[in-house]
């Protein structure tokens, strides 16, 4: 899953930050970076589109047994592999977790001009499926790991590697299938993951570190089968009140017409305050008054809710996406069904959610029920040890870059996890600018890429992080 902070990429607008230059890299920290490097190319080497994750983490369990450090790869099912290996501390503080998934999304219809499984450098960056989403976190975790094993002395915490399957699928594979039948392997205090909103972000000429995001939560996404039923038959004989496909018209009609209640969460405060700064009147307007407030007018909402990123940030919002009726043009349908994905503000449940659109629609004879259970997470606390300490690096790494609390629109495995109660934060040690974005190089998208020079120095800033945190 991709870093979702959509309105994240229009912060910065704001005047170009008095950067310092961070301090000359030690050896433990090129080791680091160079094995990061290696394990990449590797990692992307495998196909794991929704597959082959054992046969990508059983080179990388065996590294890590060789540098001493506990591993095993536990499955899911056939191929589906999860990696969790421990590197041990001295116990006065709780566990740190690092979680990557390490499958992808398929590369079929997509015009790479690379090979999409082999990590090529050309024109200043490493490009290959994975390379942005999630690999590079993967082995930059791995690499951090091998390195703390050889310190001296030991960290105040363990340090818990967790690398995933089945992320982009939901967690099915990995962390939610881990969660359930070996949630002890994934206890931790606190933990940095992809996603909610949180990574580093470039100038679009690649110059500089332009802001720092702090992910602090996501929105999860819940699908939903919108069905009704009819007589089938000839389509030669008609029955207007026998075909299903009227009914679930109307109530599809209801649906879109219906908008769940506006809310400002904590979480998002900060970039709904920082998109306002960024945009005219009078959308400007509401989305100040809205952050500073940390409530909703109706006037304000009738503006918010006209622009698609402001309306994500202040609400539930359900749309249809996928339709299906008879299985030949001239047969009547004995059944007509609609998948409407939701994506949920936290707070909202699965089922409320689903008893809203069944009070929207109105109608009896028309079904609505959840596809699969997602999962539902909460948001972090900008204020706690893990920002700060983002917040110190960062600062020593890159002066008075902007370090900015985001929100994520879409959802990642840590949802799993701090619903359990770990305080589980977005980072990324891929920078991305926001040209990278516009043209589509990012996680999905065609020719996958992340900028070979800043990718070792934002491994070289997660490292530093943890080690922040465990030292």
Request: hydrophobic share 40%; with cysteine; charged share 20%.
């Amino acid at each position: 899953m991709t870093r979702l902070h959509a309105a994240v990429l229009l912060l910065l607008a704001a005047p170009v930050p008095v950067l310092a230059a961070p301090p000359a890299p030690s050896d433990s920290e090129v080791r680091v970076q160079r094995e990061a490097r290696n394990l990449l190319a590797q990692l992307v080497a495998v196909d794991t589109v929704a597959a082959n994750e054992s046969k990508a983490l059983a080179p990388i369990a065996e590294l890590l047994r060789k540098a001493g450090i506990s591993a095993q790869v536990l499955e899911s099912e056939l191929g589906r592999g999860n990696l969790i290996a421990r590197v041990k501390g001295n116990g006065s503080k709780r566990p740190l977790l690092l979680l990557a998934h390490i499958d992808v999304i398929p590369v079929t219809g997509q015009p790479w001009t690379v090979p999409p499984f082999q990590l090529t450098e050309k024109d200043g960056y490493l490009y290959g499926r994975g390379a942005n989403d999630d690999k590079g976190m993967a082995a930059a975790i791995v690499a951090i790991a091998v390195e703390a094993r050889k310190r001296p002395t030991p960290l105040s915490r363990d340090l818990v590697v967790a690398l995933t399957a089945g992320e982009e699928t939901g967690g099915f594979a990995g962390v939610r299938w881990l969660v359930e039948h070996h949630p002890d392997l994934l206890e931790a205090e606190v933990g940095l993951n992809e996603g909610s909103g949180g990574g580093l972000t470039l100038s679009d000429d690649l110059s500089r570190i332009e802001a720092v995001h702090i992910g602090l939560g996501q929105k999860t996404y819940q699908s939903y089968r919108v069905s009704s039923h009819g007589r089938g038959g000839h389509s030669s004989m008609p029955r207007a009140d026998l075909n299903p496909i009227y009914p679930l018209a109307v109530a599809l009609e209801h649906i879109g017409a219906f908008t769940f209640p506006a809310r400002v969460l904590p979480a998002t405060r900060p970039a709904i305050a920082a998109l306002g700064k960024v945009e005219e009147p009078p959308l400007s307007d509401a989305l100040l008054r809205t952050a500073e407030t940390g409530v909703v007018s109706h006037e304000d909402d009738a503006v918010l809710s006209k622009d698609a990123i402001s309306n994500a940030y202040i609400r539930t919002t359900c749309v249809a996406t996928m339709l299906q009726g008879s299985n030949q043009e001239n047969v009547l349908p004995v059944s007509a069904e609609a998948i409407v994905q939701c994506r949920l503000l936290p707070g909202d449940t699965i089922e409320g959610v689903r008893a809203a659109l069944v009070k929207a629609v109105g109608d009896p004879k028309v079904e609505i029920a959840v596809t699969k259970d997602m999962g539902t997470g909460k948001p972090m606390s900008a204020e706690g040890e893990v920002p700060d300490a983002i917040r110190r690096v960062s600062r020593r790494f890159w002066g008075d870059v902007p370090v900015i609390e985001g929100f994520g629109f879409g959802a990642d495995d840590g949802r799993y996890l701090t619903a359990r109660g770990a305080l589980v934060y977005g980072v990324h040690p891929n920078p991305t600018s926001k040209d990278d974005d516009r043209l589509g190089h990012v996680a999905h998208g065609p020719d996958e890429r992340v900028s070979a020079r800043w990718y070792p120095e934002g491994v070289r800033w997660l490292n530093a992080l943890v080690f922040e945190l465990a030292q």
